[in-house]
Structure formats: structure tokens, C-alpha cells
């Protein structure tokens, strides 16, 4: 589809003509910009200009100007897709629980009896750093193969010093050798580790007194993040953990009103809100106090539905947080438990199906509004002139039209700032 002339300018420097149908999210309007027969063009990494082709200012987006020449040949092109909740690294797999579940046995069941979190904990410290970085590097190229350019990544399967610290080592590396835009994030609060049974205290001072110091010192984490849950954290340690937090610099994130959830009172969501976190995720027992507090405070809420339908739950009432004004954004949560799939297209049509959101607002969901999630809505997240040149190409004649006839290898290219990544990466599988 795509040819380039010899360049000589940068190699993010190009022009995409014959788009059939380019579709973006904008800041200003709830509503997306629509072009048909549309033209891309960007220097340096960053979107210069877009509009309709017909429209091309005279002399910009030459050859002979150092700008390389893509052909869309008629595709759909959106942003760069941004899945804004994974726990990308992990060791081993929980196949077995996940047969468990479908006979009946309960998430919290299972935790009981030695498996879930705890078990990947003991497969994640089992395996080593290369090994770690092998599997999530894989999983990054299958992920652009989807046109997801930007994965947030959390720890929380080391639960020691540490592990948490190798976890988060890994991700600075794969956002230096890959291609994909990486933000990580400290999830030390994910569960109390088995070794910390009786001593929930000590772990919770090692993870304000020593690591979030030490993971700031580094720089290996954008947000910290604290799962609220029974059996995981109270919203009081949840506060503690999200205070040490932003006294190091990191903004908050919270798991919250996933399994339970507070229904008399304002629940995850109100701490959320409190403490100004950048995203509430989950939100599937999210009582009407929760969301006005998350209106108020303008928290976006992640709705992740892949790990709802597995664990069989109603999934977070997305159309109610947005006609409370809440913005919405989807993610995978890939997670080798409640949500083993990387796939965001399944979660996009999850949104759209069961959620009931219109394409137009789940594209929003997985771009623009997963941009805000991650604080990164003024560089990623719309194409628009000065934000970064990350796009995908889709077979597609647009985007209702894409969500509707799903199907697999509907992604004919990705690029991460100017630059095409490759596609149609085979998945590997494990
Ligand atoms: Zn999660």
C-alpha cells in the first residue's frame, strides 16, 4: 500500500494521501472531526496539517522538500490507539482458573485457595528479567499490529522491593528499544504479599518509606496506583499509598468498585475524586455519589470491559457516567487472570455492544479520552497540528462501519510518530 520516495529530510517527515475517510477525536467538540477524501501530513514526528485532500496548501507535503509519500489507497485512518490499563509483565498463564470460573467457583474463591494475583506473583518473581521483557516485548508487537501505539503498564506482580523495581526496569527498557509510546506506572498496592499476611503495615510503610522514594529517584514510574478491594487495600491505605505518591511526583490511579464496591457512600470513586486521580478503572458497582464525585472532579473514568465479561459482571454503566459529564475511556486490562487478551478492538466492541456507546464515542474512548487518563491529552490522542504523528490505517469505509463488521486484520498499517511500525505482526502465543 505504501511507497516511499527516496527522502531527504527526516524520516518522520511524510505526507498520506487518499485517505478515504479520516476520523479524530477533538478536544474543542464532543463531537469527532469526519473527513472523506482526506490528506495527512507531518514534520519531524508531528502533524503539520490535515484536512481534506482538495484542500492541500500549495508546495507542502513534496518530495523534492524531504517529505516521504504514503498512498492510504482509500482506508480509514484514526488516531493511534492507546490502551490506557494493562499489566503487560507477567510470568505464566491461569488457564485453569479460568475453566474454574466457567464452572462456577468465584474470583475470590480462587484467591482463597492460593491462585489468582498470589499465583502470577510467584510465576512473575520465578522468571527473570530477559524473560519478562521477551514475552512483553512480543505482546508490544502483536499490540501495534492492532494500531495500539501508546500501552500504559502496571507492576504489581512483584510485591517485594525488589521485584516491583525489576518490573518497572523492564518497562524503562522495552520504551527504549520498541517502537510502542510506554507508560509505566507503580502498582506495589495491588495485593497484601502471602510473606506480608500478618504484617500489612510493614508492607505498606516499605512501599511509601522506601520504594516510591527510590522508583522517583529512578524515574521508572509516570502514576502510582492502588487496587481497592476486599481483599487488596481499604480506601484509608489506599489514601496513605496515594499521598507518598504524589509527594514524589507521582499522580494517582486507582482500581476501584470492581467487585463490591461502597453503595451507601461514594465508595473508590469519592477517594478518586479526592485525591484528583487521573483515572478511576473499573467502576462496575460505581453508586450515583461515586460518579457525581467524578463529574466534579473531572477524574476519567476507564471502563474495562474485557475483564467484566470473564468475570461475568455488569460492566461499568458507561452511558450514565457520560450524561453525568464523566469522560469514558476503554482499556484491556490484559492481565493473565480477569482479562488474558491485549486485544483492544474486543474491549472497543465490547464498549459498543454491551455498553451500548456509539462508535464515534468509543473511538474517543480509546484515543482522546485515554490521552486525558494518562495526562497526555495535549501531545496524543487526536490528529491534530502539533500533537504526534501516531496514526493507523484500516480497511475500512469508516468508522461505524469498522466496529460493525468486526473482524480480525482489519489493520493495514501503524505509525508511531511519522514512522511506520509494521503490521500483520503474527501473534505469538505461549
Ligand atoms: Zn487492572
Known amino acids: 500500500v505504501t511507497t516511499e520516495a527516496p527522502s531527504v529530510g527526516s524520516s518522520r517527515t511524510g505526507i498520506l494521501r487518499s485517505i478515504g475517510c479520516l476520523a479524530t477525536p477533538e478536544a474543542a467538540s464532543s463531537e469527532p472531526r469526519v473527513l472523506r477524501r482526506a490528506a495527512l501530513v507531518w514534520r519531524d514526528g508531528l502533524v503539520e496539517w490535515v484536512g481534506e485532500e482538495a484542500a492541500l496548501p500549495e508546495g507542502l507535503g513534496l518530495a523534492e522538500t524531504g ?3 504514503h498512498e492510504a489507497s482509500g482506508a480509514l ?13 507477567f510470568g505464566g498463564w491461569r488457564a485453569d482458573e479460568f475453566v474454574e470460573r466457567l464452572k462456577g467457583t468465584s474470583y475470590l474463591e480462587i484467591a482463597r485457595a ?5 499465583r502470577t506473583v510467584r510465576q512473575t518473581r520465578a522468571a527473570s528479567a530477559g524473560e519478562l521483557y521477551a514475552k512483553a516485548a512480543a505482546d508490544l508487537e502483536a499490540m501495534r499490529a492492532l494500531g495500539v501505539t501508546t500501552v500504559e503498564c502496571k507492576s504489581g506482580y512483584g510485591l517485594s522491593y525488589e521485584h516491583e523495581l525489576e518490573l518497572l526496569e523492564v518497562y524503562r527498557a522495552l520504551a527504549s528499544s520498541q517502537p510502542s509510546r510506554i507508560v509505566p506506572t507503580l502498582l506495589a498496592a495491588h495485593v497484601v504479599p502471602a510473606e506480608h499476611a500478618r504484617d500489612r503495615d510493614g508492607y505498606l510503610r516499605m512501599v511509601t518509606e522506601r520504594l516510591i522514594p527510590e522508583v522517583a529517584r529512578r524515574g521508572l514510574a509516570r502514576f502510582c496506583d492502588v487496587f481497592v478491594e476486599d481483599g487488596a487495600f481499604s480506601v484509608e491505605e489506599a489514601r496513605a499509598v496515594l499521598r507518598a ?25 469519592s477517594l478518586a475524586a479526592e485525591v484528583q486521580a487521573a483515572s478511576a478503572d473499573h467502576l462496575e458497582h460505581v453508586s450515583e455519589r461515586g460518579i457525581a464525585d467524578l463529574a466534579e472532579a473531572g477524574v476519567v473514568a476507564v471502563s ?8 461475568a459482571q455488569p460492566m461499568m454503566p458507561a452511558r450514565r457516567l457520560l450524561e453525568a459529564g464523566v469522560a469514558v475511556a476503554v482499556a ?12 483492544l478492538h474486543l474491549a472497543m466492541w465490547l464498549a459498543c455492544t454491551v455498553q451500548r456507546l456509539a462508535p464515534a464515542e468509543v473511538l474517543r474512548a480509546v484515543t482522546l479520552d485515554a490521552a486525558r487518563a494518562l495526562l497526555l491529552h495535549d501531545e496524543i490522542g487526536s490528529l491534530e497540528p502539533g500533537k504526534v504523528a501516531d496514526f493507523v490505517l484500516l480497511d475500512a469505509p469508516d468508522l461505524d462501519h469498522w466496529l460493525y463488521h468486526f473482524r480480525q486484520r482489519t489493520v493495514v498499517e501503524t505509525f508511531v510518530e511519522g ?12
Open 67 to 69: 517529505y516521504a509519500q
Open 77 to 89: 485512518v484514526v488516531p493511534g490507539l492507546i490502551d490506557c490499563h494493562t499489566h503487560l509483565a
Open 114 to 118: 492460593g491462585g489468582g494475583i498470589a
Open 245 to 269: 505518591g504524589l509527594g514524589a511526583g507521582l499522580a494517582p490511579k486507582l482500581h476501584v468498585d470492581q467487585l463490591g464496591g461502597d453503595l451507601e457512600g461514594g465508595g473508590g470513586a
Open 304 to 311: 474495562l470491559p474485557i475483564a467484566s465479561a470473564v468475570l
Open 332 to 343: 484491556t486490562d490484559y492481565n493473565p487472570g480477569t482479562a488474558p487478551s491485549f486485544d
Open 419 to 430: 514512522e511506520r511500525v509494521g503490521c500483520s505482526a503474527p501473534e505469538r502465543s505461549h
